[in-house]
């Protein structure tokens, strides 16, 4: 049985509570703050039957090792996902749902994992995967700035990403690493097949190995003076176009 995590913020814990409130073991909640969000929040979370327990801003600051907790934290029990990568896209395949993946090559800033999980979640994407050196993993902070959404992606630590490309390959998933140099365009390419995105850090970008790996490199297109983007405003991009690309409709 794994150990209790804790989690906070209004998102954070507020999609918890929606998605998974068996899962939630106590909120802490600051007993001085009666604006109207806490209000709603805590009527919420009593409806969902969660236990509350009112606490000042430094415990909750303790607990949650962070003083941008908004008043709110919860000690939660892991919920279930996929236990692993073969679980999930044999599921997937199971349902004939075409797999939309984001790769991220050497993202070990938590903020940052935690905005690309946000935007996994809001594009749909099935998973994130990332190597289980050179990464963050998931804590206190990447949930708080994923905003609940580090409950509903799966996050996928490996420990070879270049030999975890070649294996989705195999199952016919499609590579497409992003890079400043590539000469075709997002927007040139076919975003509607099987599909895993693979972007690098800030400034370094992929590995060479795993560059080398992908099936094809494409840019995104920059019209300013800047020459690259925030690798979570990148994969927002990404995945925003192959939504786009796999809808009928216009976004």
Request: charged content about 20%.
């Amino acid at each position: 049985m794994s150990s209790p995590k804790v989690i906070f913020g209004f998102h954070a814990v507020g999609v918890r509570i929606k998605t998974a409130p068996a899962s939630v073991l106590e909120v802490l909640f600051d007993a001085s703050r009666r604006d109207a969000r806490m209000k709603q929040f805590i009527a919420r979370a009593q409806e969902a039957g969660v236990r509350l327990v009112e606490a000042d801003a430094l415990r909750i600051a303790k607990l949650a090792g962070s003083h941008g907790h908004q008043g709110v934290a919860a000690r939660v029990s892991p919920t279930q996902q996929s236990h692993s990568l073969d679980e999930l896209l044999e599921g997937l395949e199971a349902t004939g749902t075409v797999p939309l993946l984001l790769v991220l090559d050497g993202v070990t800033d938590p903020h940052n994992l935690g905005a690309c999980l946000r935007v996994a979640d809001g594009a749909g994407a099935h998973a994130v995967i990332a190597p289980k050196d050179h990464a963050a993993g998931i804590n206190a902070t990447v949930a708080k700035v994923a905003s609940g959404a580090a409950d509903t992606v799966p996050y996928f630590m490996v420990t070879n990403l270049a030999r975890t490309l070649n294996e989705l390959k195999e199952r016919d998933i499609w590579c497409v690493g992003t890079s400043d140099d590539a000469s075709g365009t997002l927007y040139q390419c076919d975003l509607k097949r099987p599909l895993a995105l693979v972007l690098g850090a800030e400034g370094v970008g992929m590995r060479q190995l795993t560059r080398k790996t992908c099936d094809e490199l494409i840019s995104i297109p920059m019209a300013g003076a800047v020459e690259s983007l925030n690798v979570s405003v990148a994969s927002g991009v990404c995945l925003y176009e192959a939504m786009r690309q796999r809808q009928s409709i216009s976004i």
